[in-house]
């Protein structure tokens, strides 16, 4: 007996050692699990923390989408494709509060939504070109099939995967110009299912356009030009104070040769302001920014440097490179234009276009032109040429004959105003 409880005591001891083992074992086990479980969810929350961080990093009151980005349209909890942007846009996000969940900005100007991580913030919008809300729309819509693509300046930018039934801005050869997302879009007649006729607007339409002649400007206190061509700066602003007054449209020559083309509906009030030659016409672009009036300057390219008539008012066509010269040939006062050797007038308007930036606008010195110089200045590029006759623009006139209406020191406002209405 003795024996056994030996056995047993050495044996309990070695029991009781392994127990104490294996408890300060499985002890340690349970501390190494909670440290691991605490690590973890240290590291989880620190993880969301950064995923917040980025969500937030990527919103901001405007941002720009990349090119490529996909706009969704929620319906119920699922995020449906509705547009792909193919070039980088700018627009509004809808104030939100971010959380780790926050997969989708909304954007306020389409009521669409993009994934964060296909927008980053910017300061501001790029400013859009808003000249066509001046444009009267035509009464007609045009109805785009299911998908349908929407371009600017040939380039891609929207594919839309529903339909659109929008009135027609603008009518092309291939296709047409609608709104879109408050900007101008060119839509192929290939995506268009349907045009029919309906009452977008019932403003009056101008059935022609004044297209009006200044020369030399002089302003006040000056009082060294004394032709009859010159202009003071008193009659100048009286002109443009009634324009203003009157919400007169002041178009450039792209807008005028769309008009004579049937291609845009233009309001009552229209009017292309335009000025001959660029003696002092720097002295205009004050008055015309003023004013908000613009206006076409006819340069003689080589007499003047461009970077003098640097202005959002102010566009720049073609009177010539240097071929503003009198007394060249029979009758008049004599344009080179008329009869001067093909390749050395071509070579000569070749020069001011590429000096214009590619102008295709050109106004014919002293208003002289034959069969000739309109067959030249074709060959050379130009689409539209000016010239005097002291009438109104009319829809499908010849636009290398477009009629303009001198005024001179002696027009009164009276007269002025009878001559642009």
């Known amino acids: 007996m003795a024996k056994y409880k030996k056995i047993f005591k050495k044996n309990f001891k070695i029991i009781f050692t392994y127990l104490i083992l294996l408890i300060i074992s499985l002890g340690l086990i349970c501390y190494l699990e909670y440290d691991k479980r605490i690590a973890l969810e240290e590291a989880r929350i620190n993880d ?3 995923l917040v961080e980025k969500i937030k990093s990527n919103y901001g009151h405007y941002v720009k989408v990349n090119s490529g980005t996909i706009f969704y349209k929620k319906k119920g909890k699922k995020y449906i494709p509705i547009i792909k942007v193919n070039s980088e846009k700018d627009y509004t996000l809808t104030a939100t509060e971010i959380n780790k969940n926050t997969k989708y900005f909304h954007i306020e100007e389409l009521d669409y939504y993009v994934k964060y991580q296909d927008v980053s913030k910017v300061d501001n919008l790029i400013e859009k070109n808003l000249r066509y809300k001046n444009y009267l729309p035509f009464n007609e819509n045009v109805v785009t099939k299911d998908k349908v693509s929407l371009y600017q300046n040939n380039e891609l930018i ?3 995967y529903f339909s659109l039934d929008t009135p027609i801005i603008e009518k092309e050869d291939n296709g047409y110009y609608i709104e879109y997302n408050n900007e101008l879009y060119f839509v192929n007649s290939e995506d268009v299912a349907n045009v029919y006729a309906k009452e977008n607007t019932n403003a009056i339409e101008s059935t022609s356009v004044p297209v009006t002649v200044y020369h030399f400007i002089y302003l006040e206190g000056d009082n060294s030009c004394n032709e009859s061509i010159c ?8 002109h443009f104070n009634y324009l203003r007054e009157n919400n007169f449209f002041t178009l450039n020559t792209t807008e005028l040769g769309k008009f004579i083309d049937g291609k845009i509906r233009l309001p009552e009030k229209s009017i292309l302001v335009t000025i001959d030659d660029g003696a002092r016409a720097h002295n205009f672009i004050p008055l015309l920014e003023e004013y908000q009036v613009n206006a076409t300057l006819f340069l003689v ?3 003047y440097d461009t970077a003098l008539f640097e202005s959002p008012y102010m566009e720049l066509a ?8 009198p007394g060249v040939c029979p009758g008049g006062q004599g344009s080179p234009l008329k009869c001067a050797d093909r390749n050395s007038l071509l070579e000569d308007l070749k020069k001011s ?3 214009l930036n590619g102008t295709k606008a050109f106004c014919f010195p002293f208003y002289e032109y034959n069969d000739y110089a309109l067959s030249i200045i074709k060959e050379a590029g130009f689409e539209m040429g000016f ?3 002291n009438r109104n623009v009319t829809k499908g006139i010849n636009k290398l004959m477009i009629p303009r209406k001198p005024l001179n020191k002696f027009t009164t406002l009276e007269q002025y105003a009878k001559c642009v209405n």
């Open 48 to 50: 969301e923390k950064s």
């Open 318 to 325: 073609s009177h010539t490179n240097n071929l503003h010269t």
């Open 353 to 355: 276009r590429e000096t």
């Open 301 to 303: 390219s080589s007499w």
């Open 158 to 160: 929207y594919e839309l």
């Open 387 to 389: 010239i005097g006759g």
């Open 231 to 238: 202009h003071s700066e008193a009659q100048v602003r009286s």
